[in-house]
T-cell receptor, first 115, second 110 residues
Framework: GAGVSQSPRYKVAKRGQDVALRCDPI?????LFWYQQALGQGPEFLTY????????KSGLPSDRFFAERPEGSVSTLKIQRTQQEDSAVYLC?????????????FGPGTRLTVT | GESVGLHLPTLSVQEGDNSIINCAYS??????FIWYKQESGKGPQFIID?????DKRQGQRVTVLLNKTVKHLSLQIAATQPGDSAVYFC?????????FGPGTRLSVLP
């Protein structure tokens, strides 16, 4: 079946622009996670949804980052007034269970480059 | 999380040899651990998992060992193949999300 998909795969933004990154989780998956992965590093947690409820946003680096999942399926990560330090791969993951303690299925990521 | 910048630890092994990749985790209360493989341009791919009530779990060509006393995980890959070349991350359950280790690059030599 279809895995987690993300779009766009690549995004170049000029500093100060707003961007929106989309994640389509596996159908029926309750939990959805966003991670940020800088070059040469492991993914770092940003935020977590259970259905449409955002249960943890402790990893969002600033108030310029905003995520939503209004109908409990597709999620969008929005970054306002992008800065160069926002350049990274943004990964989305989902799992079937209502907690994080199960295998997470990752999408291919969106590589954001801020110039 | 930890950061090693652009210079990931690298393990080079000959094709056909066994590989052992190590990881130290930080939270003694973590109940669940996963090893992920990440190839260039792709998202992390699940390899094998283990819960804290076990100290060893085997899959196809892979074995994960958990030592809770010293908070250490290892991934053993038997008969390493060129397709195993990738970056490997351990991840520990941290409540609602996972915390990833810094990663190890596995390079398989012909």
């Amino acid at each position: 079946g279809a895995g987690v998909s993300q779009s766009p795969r690549y995004k170049v933004a000029k500093r100060g622009q707003d961007v929106a990154l989309r994640c389509d989780p596996i159908s029926g998956h309750v939990s959805l996670f966003w991670y940020q992965q800088a070059l040469g590093q492991g993914p770092e947690f940003l935020t977590y949804f259970q259905n449409e409820a955002q249960l943890d946003k402790s990893g969002l680096p600033s108030d310029r980052f905003f995520a939503e999942r209004p109908e409990g399926s597709v999620s969008t990560l929005k970054i306002q007034r992008t800065q160069q330090e926002d350049s990274a791969v943004y990964l989305c993951a989902s799992n079937l269970a209502g907690t994080g303690a199960y295998e997470q299925y990752f999408g291919p990521g969106t590589r954001l480059t801020v110039t | 999380g930890e950061s090693v910048g652009l210079h990931l630890p690298t393990l080079s092994v000959q094709e056909g040899d066994n590989s052992i990749i190590n990881c130290a985790y930080s939270n003694s209360a973590s109940d669940y651990f996963i090893w992920y493989k990440q190839e260039s341009g792709k998202g992390p791919q699940f390899i094998i998992d283990i819960r804290s009530n076990m100290d060893k779990r085997q899959g196809q060509r892979v074995t994960v060992l958990l030592n809770k006393t010293v908070k250490h995980l290892s991934l053993q890959i038997a008969a390493t193949q060129p397709g195993d070349s990738a970056v490997y991350f351990c991840a520990e359950d941290y409540g609602q999300n996972f915390v990833f280790g810094p990663g190890t690059r596995l390079s398989v030599l012909p």
